[in-house]
């Protein structure tokens, strides 16, 4: 375990989450020289955001020298006079290089516009497919966890229990599995400090992992999770976070998967329902529909 930063002493407000459950973090103060990291920043945003960054960039470049060719009235040969459209189409062949001929520039103030927007638009373009095929190649894993944790008797046991599956067509090789539980918790001095635990699981890893994996935790004396009561498990400050990595079969790349969950995602005195059924030899199915559904079995309370 490791302590990380003094937890305030006032109740926090419910917090809102990102689609893998983890918080949405607000950073103040960052250091001003944070811009530097675009690349990182293009490659973590969604394929929508992402093309929309890009489309948006490349359009107000177009309408910027659109602008500048409009300053000198007739610096452009063949544009109709007083027409933005025509520069902005202008700039759009001369970023790309195509030059159809029609419309050229008549001034030495165009020539110099012309020389720097194709310096531009040769840097530009090769940058953006760059970025493209280095997110398109971007090694991903597609897991899918259960919606909520559960805490049930297993061989008499008070267990902790998750469930995964691997919705991609293919193998993790050598799947490896980590689980953490962060809490606040008082010292015997009255300080409040935020600490994590590592939960040990049944099994932590899983040499071919292709359909669904059930994650246990048993809830022994030495558990973290010991003594916690259903109260203490809907404190918003108790936090799981899930981490799976392992070998793509396909590509012979590690990827990896993660999740959150918090203490009101825990269910007691439920299991999952079975979601796997063998209808012929050397068959195999598994129904997602029913992956994250729970049934009520017997006192399971730890």
Same mark, same amino acid.
């Given at each position: 375990?490791? +302590?990380?930063?003094?937890? !305030?002493? &006032?109740?926090?407000?419910?917090?809102?989450?990102?689609?893998?459950?983890?918080?949405?973090?607000?950073?103040?103060?960052?250091? /001003?020289? $944070?811009?530097?990291? #675009?690349?990182?920043?293009?490659?973590?945003?969604?394929?929508?955001?992402?093309? !929309?960054?890009?489309?948006?960039?490349?359009?107000?470049?177009?309408?910027?020298?659109?602008?500048?060719?409009?300053?000198?009235?007739?610096?452009?040969?063949?544009?109709?006079?007083? $027409?933005?459209?025509? +520069?902005?189409?202008?700039?759009?062949?001369?970023?790309?290089?195509? !030059?159809?001929?029609?419309?050229?520039?008549?001034?030495?103030?165009?020539?110099?516009?012309?020389?720097?927007?194709?310096?531009? %638009?040769?840097?530009?373009?090769?940058?953006?497919?760059?970025?493209?095929?280095?997110?398109?190649?971007?090694?991903?894993? @597609?897991?899918?966890?259960?919606?909520?944790?559960?805490?049930?008797?297993?061989? %008499?046991?008070?267990?902790?229990?998750?469930?995964?599956?691997?919705?991609?067509?293919? &193998?993790?090789?050598?799947?490896?599995?980590?689980?953490?539980?962060?809490?606040? #918790?008082?010292?015997?001095?009255?300080?409040?400090?935020?600490?994590?635990?590592?939960?040990?699981? &049944? @099994?932590?890893?899983?040499?071919?992992?292709?359909?669904?994996?059930? #994650?246990?935790?048993?809830?022994?004396?030495?558990?973290?999770?010991? %003594?916690?009561?259903?109260?203490?498990?809907? +404190?918003?400050?108790?936090?799981?976070?899930?981490?799976?990595?392992?070998?793509?079969?396909?590509?012979?790349?590690?990827?990896?998967?993660?999740?959150?969950?918090?203490?009101?995602?825990?269910?007691? !005195? /439920?299991?999952? =329902?079975?979601?796997?059924?063998?209808? =012929?030899?050397?068959? #195999?199915?598994?129904?997602?529909?029913?992956?994250?559904?729970? /049934?009520?079995?017997?006192?399971? =309370?730890?």
């Amino acid at each position: 375990m490791a +302590d990380s930063f003094e937890a !305030g002493k &006032q109740a926090r407000p419910r917090r809102r989450r990102a689609r893998n459950g983890a918080p949405i973090i607000h950073r103040i103060g960052v250091p /001003h020289d $944070s811009w530097r990291d #675009v690349y990182h920043f293009l490659l973590s945003r969604s394929w929508a955001t992402f093309f !929309g960054i890009v489309i948006a960039l490349y359009l107000a470049l177009n309408l910027i020298f659109a602008l500048l060719y409009a300053l000198q009235p007739g610096s452009v040969a063949g544009v109709a006079p007083g $027409s933005a459209l025509d +520069d902005f189409f202008f700039s759009v062949e001369t970023m790309a290089t195509i !030059g159809f001929g029609v419309m050229h520039p008549a001034t030495l103030y165009a020539h110099w516009l012309v020389t720097a927007e194709a310096l531009l %638009g040769i840097l530009f373009v090769p940058l953006a497919t760059g970025l493209i095929i280095a997110k398109f190649t971007l090694p991903t894993a @597609r897991v899918l966890f259960s919606r909520n944790l559960v805490i049930a008797p297993v061989d %008499g046991v008070p267990t902790l229990m998750f469930r995964l599956a691997n919705i991609r067509a293919n &193998q993790i090789v050598e799947a490896r599995i980590n689980l953490t539980l962060t809490r606040n #918790v008082t010292t015997r001095e009255g300080l409040r400090l935020r600490r994590m635990f590592d939960l040990s699981l &049944q @099994r932590n890893t899983n040499p071919q992992f292709a359909l669904s994996w059930m #994650v246990m935790h048993p809830i022994g004396p030495e558990s973290p999770c010991g %003594g916690l009561t259903q109260a203490a498990w809907r +404190d918003e400050d108790i936090v799981i976070l899930a981490v799976v990595t392992g070998l793509d079969a396909t590509i012979s790349t590690t990827v990896h998967a993660r999740h959150v969950y918090h203490g009101t995602d825990v269910l007691f !005195g /439920h299991a999952f =329902e079975d979601i796997l059924s063998w209808p =012929e030899a050397g068959e #195999v199915h598994i129904d997602y529909r029913r992956f994250h559904a729970t /049934h009520a079995v017997a006192a399971g =309370e730890s």
